[in-house]
């Protein structure tokens, strides 16, 4: 089976509004929500504009049971929406896909709504080269950009006070992914995967944020916002980014990974785990200090398992190890500097 992975779908023209990402050849589930006509951010809108917005992206009208069809080349298939307005496609490409960005088309054979003109959307499917060297699977949140999520409040607040524009990056950060994608070749081949416990709801709030800052495009592994029996986001902060960082490595059995994250929300203890789960399959782990947390013992616990632990407290900490190893340029890393001092200033 040829492993692949999507990137995102557009918009489409009309009021139904489909997303997908998908790997190894089985399209994991995206919606069908309605479009709520969210234009992209400008830095001179205030809170109420951004307020505005996000209160849009959560305030979402569902459509179960709608099928939904995904042409790729010539080959066609046919999915139905759940209950909670989510597809799901799996399928093996009837050719050996081409490396890079892929093209594709999803649309409803039937729109939700009567006398409603044809709804169609368009999307991408990255398809790693041969010559990737290793893999990365970064979160977010307090990892990319600071958002406050183990504080409820000053999660919000940064939430829906703010926009693609005015949410910062940490100094560095752009450079840092981007020297990481490239690698020692500078072919721009290692894949990124960003997997995160943001809901869904945020999937085009991310994407035009990493746009905006230039940060390194990949597949956004979000979480669903929906009731369960004892959470209001289904499933739990540490099983989703278990089960999603487990999936990435078993679709690529042969890719090893970095891995790059927080001390905010457990990252380091996720990380461990996977790195037992999947021996030699982690080259390094980079966690980002922004909680005052003791984490000696799991330093202990990495070197047992002869894996690099790097707690950094910028992205030069990153770089200067990832450049030691020599998985990054050495050029890249005074670009990374460069960047770091430039954002830092502005």
Known sequence: ?????????????????????????DLSRRTGLEDKGIAPANEEDGFK??????????????????????VWGEAEFLAKTDEEGYFEF???????PVSGWNSLGLSLPKPPIRKQEQVEASGWIYVPSKKADFGIISDIDDTIVPTGATRLWDMLKTTFANNAHTRIPFAGVAALYDALRKGSDGEDSNPIFYVSSSPW???????????????????????????SRDQFIAGSHWNHKLKQAKHILSAYPELPFILIGDSGQKDPEIYLEICRDFPSRIQGVYIRAVADRD??????????LGVP????KDSLDASRHANEMGWILEEDQSTILRQKLKDEAS
């Not at 504009?49 to 209160?55: D, L, T």
């Open 49 to 70: 504009e951004n307020f505005r917005s996000m209160r849009k992206r959560f305030l979402t009208v569902i459509f179960p049971g709608l099928d939904v069809r995904l």
């Open 309 to 312: 632990f790097i707690l950094m």
């Open 1 to 25: 089976m040829v492993e692949y992975s999507a990137w995102s779908c557009e918009k489409g023209k009309d009021s139904t509004l489909l997303r997908i990402w998908e790997w190894k050849g």
């Open 201 to 227: 709801n945020l999937y085009d709030f991310l994407q035009e944020l990493m746009a905006v800052h230039q940060i390194p495009r990949g597949p956004l592994m979000l979480r669903d916002l929906g009731l």
């Open 295 to 304: 984490l000696s013992k799991l330093q202990s616990a990495y070197r047992s």
């Open 90 to 96: 799996r399928f093996s490409p009837m050719k050996k």
